[in-house]
């Protein structure tokens, strides 16, 4: 082969390989990526009645993080408020309050804990209400959590997540007058924050 085929041959492979890439990470940069699972990724590593997981729906949601951008994540919901949580995340994203991560919890090892002190925003989890034997309403998908550092609950007086307080300058805390709330409350979602014994600031549910 001469060495000027040799050349074209190199920038031709080059440049069939370079401009889609390049074109695709533009893309990525737009907006960023939090949670991209298939539904079986997403309901893996647990024992989840097999009714119950065909209840299921992962909805893709994008909403503005604390660094200002947009990002992508994803929320595993009872199929009958995938619809809800969609309109919802719309309202969300349009008003820029800030959401920090939504990442089904199966990436924090079905554990609530890891996932509010990483302040992630989830909804399905097959548990109980914590410190009782009650099933949760996550445990059917239809409460989610939002920004658990900032919409810590409070019990007796204490946070969870360990050492979060609930502080309405905050950016990302949901005040009754916030658009989170309005969104939620709007179609008929509780809020946790509204209970009277345990004030659960992340928490919304729908029956
Ligand atoms: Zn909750």
Same mark, same amino acid.
Do not use: C
């Given at each position: 082969?001469?060495?000027?085929?040799? =050349?074209?041959?190199?920038?031709?492979? $080059?440049?069939? $390989?370079?401009?889609?890439?390049?074109? !695709?990470? %533009?893309?990525?940069? &737009?907006? %960023?990526?939090?949670?991209?699972?298939?539904?079986?990724?997403?309901?893996?590593?647990?024992?989840?009645?097999?009714?119950?997981?065909?209840?299921?729906?992962?909805?893709?949601?994008?909403? =503005?993080? @604390?660094?200002?951008?947009?990002?992508?994540?994803? /929320?595993? /919901?009872?199929?009958?408020?995938? !619809?809800?949580?969609?309109?919802? $995340?719309?309202?969300?994203?349009?008003?820029? @309050?800030? /959401?920090?991560?939504?990442?089904?919890?199966?990436?924090? !090892? *079905?554990?609530?804990?890891?996932?509010?002190?990483?302040?992630? #925003?989830?909804? $399905?989890?097959?548990?109980?209400?914590?410190? #009782? &034997?009650?099933?949760?309403?996550?445990?059917?998908?239809?409460?989610?959590?939002?920004?658990?550092?900032?919409?810590?609950?409070?019990?007796?007086?204490?946070?969870?997540?360990?050492?979060?307080? =609930?502080?309405?300058?905050?950016?990302?805390?949901? #005040?009754?007058?916030?658009? /989170?709330?309005?969104? @939620? #409350?709007?179609?008929? *979602?509780? *809020?946790?924050?509204? *209970?009277?014994?345990?004030?659960? =600031?992340?928490? @919304?549910?729908? &029956?």
């Amino acid at each position: 082969m001469k060495r000027i085929t040799f =050349y074209i041959l190199l920038i031709s492979i $080059f440049a069939a $390989f370079s401009l889609p890439g390049r074109s !695709g990470s %533009v893309l990525q940069n &737009k907006v %960023v990526i939090d949670s991209r699972m298939t539904l079986e990724e997403a309901t893996s590593g647990l024992k989840i009645p097999s009714p119950l997981k065909k209840s299921l729906s992962l909805v893709s949601v994008n909403y =503005y993080s @604390f660094d200002g951008r947009l990002h992508e994540g994803q /929320v595993l /919901v009872q199929s009958k408020l995938a !619809g809800e949580i969609r309109e919802i $995340f719309r309202e969300i994203e349009e008003s820029r @309050f800030p /959401v920090a991560k939504v990442v089904p919890i199966v990436k924090y !090892g *079905w554990s609530d804990s890891l996932s509010m002190s990483d302040n992630n #925003t989830s909804a $399905f989890n097959y548990r109980l209400v914590k410190g #009782t &034997k009650v099933m949760s309403a996550h445990a059917t998908g239809r409460a989610i959590d939002i920004n658990p550092l900032q919409n810590p609950q409070i019990k007796r007086g204490k946070a969870s997540p360990l050492g979060a307080k =609930y502080d309405i300058k905050v950016p990302g805390t949901i #005040t009754p007058s916030s658009p /989170v709330a309005k969104a @939620f #409350t709007r179609r008929g *979602w509780k *809020w946790g924050a509204t *209970w009277r014994s345990t004030k659960d =600031y992340q928490h @919304f549910e729908k &029956k």
